[in-house]
């Protein structure tokens, strides 16, 4: 037995109690061995095939009740999971996602945002957004200014405006808030970065790359007067590194350019070397009410995880496979965290940024409570690391979209490189 990663809580073993094997185990089989994801604990052990961890030796069965693996026979795990579940109603916010324009200089194909109407913040609904966050900051503990679009970058002016009037009114103090930015980085220079770290306080962006140069320059779509925008971006996104910006790099896939994924990282392995990349390739969402042939389906999603875990592995990154795996998680996702709301540039406020056009203004209460969305989840052995998935897909009607999020595909595909990796180890 090889215990390949810890939990960090670890569980006693209670002697003289019955045990069985957690419903939170994940496992694979392959070359007479098992890999098993604890998703609970976020551990990994490897065992023989044949190996019964209930009628294990002592010592081992230690190992396996710290780890998580087997649990007392009189637990309720999906009880004593959800337990420990934070769901509570949005107060003490201080994580404000603004979205100063909902327009983009970018025409990407998958946009959610393409057949909105597109709407930029008026002066009018500048002072609503200045006074709603003036209201709920909190000048004694620390803020995060989340910009969002569209392309919030067509809107520096706009966002300097904020700032200011926030700092004039003694609320952004000084360290103790923070920038962050979603752009396609098209409109980075090294003088904008300089501004964004000085002046907005930036601390991370999440960037996207589409494909290697060619296939990501058509589906951005974007008018550069004859410039490359994969080179801007990449240029962009050097820059911020080397100013210490955390840069989260998604890398989109799909049908397409699925199989050119190590190429694409060849074209970006100059980040690499910066600790403050962090690489996320994923595949695209379909649009909700279609399928076309070149989105991957969910049925499809482990082999091309497998596909693209072994290409980064394989590339200058510098991620280890044990750190692929996810770890539990014990609050939603941003449209159910009791610190987060969205702010749309006419002023009102949501929960969800899919969900911020939508009719029902001001519908911030809408997703806190997402209990529901747990008990319709209760069966699945990847809960811990999922909560129920998409509050906003698993609403919508007649929808190619499923709940699931990405880490539901992500574990066995990782499970099955690391029975490899042991299997060649041996050999
Ligand atoms: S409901 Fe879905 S789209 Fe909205 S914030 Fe949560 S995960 Fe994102
Ligand atoms: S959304 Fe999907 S992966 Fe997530 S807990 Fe529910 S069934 Fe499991």
């Known amino acids: 037995m090889e215990i390949c990663r810890e939990s960090k809580n670890k569980y006693n073993l209670v002697d003289d109690i019955p045990y069985k094997e957690s419903m939170y185990n994940i496992e694979v089989c392959q070359f007479n061995k098992k890999a098993i994801f604890n998703s609970a604990s976020s551990a990994v052990v490897i065992i023989d095939e044949d190996y019964d961890m209930l009628s294990s030796k002592e010592d081992e069965k230690h190992i396996l009740a710290e780890n998580g693996f087997i649990v007392p026979n009189n637990i309720n795990e999906y009880e004593k999971f959800i337990s420990n579940i934070e769901i509570a109603k949005k107060n003490n916010l201080n994580f404000f996602t603004i979205i100063p324009t909902t327009a983009c200089n970018a025409k990407c194909f998958y946009c959610y945002e393409e057949n909105y109407c597109k709407k930029s913040i008026t002066k009018e609904s500048n002072e609503k957004i200045i006074d709603f966050l003036a209201k709920n900051i909190d000048e004694n503990s620390k803020c995060v200014l989340d910009w969002y679009g569209g392309e919030p970058l067509l809107c520096v002016n706009k966002i300097d405006e904020i700032i200011d009037k926030l700092i004039s009114m003694n ?109 996320f390739p994923t595949y695209l969402f379909p649009p909700e009410h279609e399928m076309a042939d070149s989105y991957i389906k969910d049925f499809e999603k482990e082999d091309f995880f497998y596909d693209v875990f072994k290409a980064l592995l394989n590339s200058n990154n510098k991620i280890t496979l044990k750190d692929l795996f996810p770890k539990a998680k014990f609050n939603g996702c941003l449209a159910s965290k009791s610190n987060a709301v969205v702010i749309a540039p006419d002023g009102t406020t949501h929960a969800c940024v899919q969900d911020f056009s939508s009719v029902d203004k001001n519908d911030t209460e809408k997703y806190h409570n997402f209990k529901y969305a747990l008990e319709e989840c209760k069966e699945c052995p990847f809960l811990p690391i999922c909560l129920g998935g998409c509050l906003y897909n698993r609403n919508l009607s007649n929808t190619m979209r499923t709940p699931c999020v990405r880490n539901r595909f992500v574990v066995k595909p990782l499970l099955k490189l690391l029975l490899e990796k042991n299997n060649n180890e041996g050999n």
Request: hydrophobic residues 35%.
């Open 171 to 279: 609320k952004l103090k000084n360290n103790n808030w923070s920038s962050s930015i979603t752009t396609n980085g098209t409109l980075l220079t090294k003088n904008l970065i300089s501004h964004m770290t000085n002046k907005w306080h930036l601390e991370s962006a999440h960037i996207t790359i589409d494909g290697v140069e060619e296939e990501h320059n058509r589906r951005k779509n974007v008018s550069l007067n004859g410039e490359s925008a994969f080179k801007k971006t990449h240029d962009g996104i050097l820059e911020l590194l080397k100013s210490g910006v955390y840069v989260n790099l998604r890398i989109h896939l799909d049908n397409h350019n699925k199989d050119s994924f190590s190429k694409i990282l060849d074209s970006i392995s100059d980040l690499m070397q910066f600790d403050n990349l962090h690489l």
